[in-house]
């Protein structure tokens, strides 16, 4: 019907008429053409990246004692007072192989040293801290990062493909009584096959977006276990050979053992968002 048809329409009360319309804009030349072109970023052979992790932690351990007893679920953030959140440096490369292979190599250590007076007793591998005790802890977290990357399509405009690798990571706490003396150590290390996606798209000639994700699972005679790793990159030309960007990390680890020797739980979440700088060649 036309609008002056509407409004002489004898079911229309009041003579106004709305009409409302939308529109969608797209701009063709947001993102990179396929076909490499003078302006193009290639992605370099060499990628160095010195990153600033604004890192948010969470950590909760178990240690069985020598028998097999079950030990005291331990927070060490809410009840041993380490502290949640720390600035950690974060070391990144990547090495390209051609157009479709790629090596990657990442590593980040955080350490954490507090002291607090324990409320009740705290029974932690074969020892027992009984309440009211001074108590000093240190916990060390290291992640080694190895993996091959293969693109199954890679042009101008995006980057497609999978990946498989290693995490190497090692956890050790100590807690350790200042007027005692008594200590109590534990240490895990943990080689980590793991299997995961990698994919990028160019925002123009001078930015890339990228994102991997990794995962691990495990189920086997005492041992189980799991493991996510995933992180989003936003990265810009500088020059030639420089770049900067903005990203957020994510890491989940848990682990569980019925072995009496090492036997336990071990459950570690640290994301945060990071910045950072790269060297290109």
């Not at 002291?115 to 000093?136: C, D, I, R």
């Not at 903005?246 to 640290?270: A, E, P, Q, R, W």
């Amino acid at each position: 019907m036309q609008g002056a048809e509407i409004i002489n329409s004898p079911v229309v009360e009041r003579d106004a008429l709305w009409t409302a319309s939308v529109g969608v804009a797209y701009n063709a030349d947001i993102f990179q053409k396929r076909a490499y072109g003078p302006d193009s970023w290639r992605m370099p052979r060499f990628d160095f990246r010195v990153g600033l992790f604004r890192d948010s932690i969470s950590t909760t351990i178990i240690r069985d004692d020598e028998n097999g007893d079950s030990g005291d679920e331990i927070d060490l953030e809410d009840e041993l007072g380490a502290s949640n959140r720390e600035s950690v440096l974060q070391l990144d490369a990547i090495y390209r192989i051609g157009n479709y292979h790629r090596l990657e190599v990442g590593y980040f250590d955080l350490t954490r040293k507090s002291s607090v007076t324990s409320q009740s007793a705290l029974s932690f591998g074969s020892g027992t801290f009984p309440g009211g005790t001074e108590l000093k802890i240190r916990s060390d977290l290291r992640v080694v990062r190895l993996a091959y990357a293969y693109s199954i399509m890679n042009d101008a405009q995006k980057e497609l493909g999978f990946m498989a690798g290693l995490h190497l990571s090692r956890f050790e706490t100590e807690i350790s009584a200042t007027d005692s003396g008594q200590q109590q150590l534990t240490s895990v290390s943990t080689p980590l096959p793991v299997a995961g996606l990698h994919g990028a798209v160019a925002i123009g000639s001078k930015m890339r977006l990228a994102a991997e994700v990794q995962i691990f699972r495990m189920q086997f005679n005492n041992y189980e276990g799991s493991m996510n790793y995933v992180s989003l990159t936003l990265q810009r030309r500088l020059g030639q050979n420089s770049s900067a960007g903005i990203g957020f990390n994510y890491f989940g680890l848990k682990l569980d053992s019925d072995l009496t020797s090492i036997g336990g739980s071990l459950n570690v979440m640290h994301r945060g968002p990071y910045l950072f700088l790269g060297m290109n060649f």
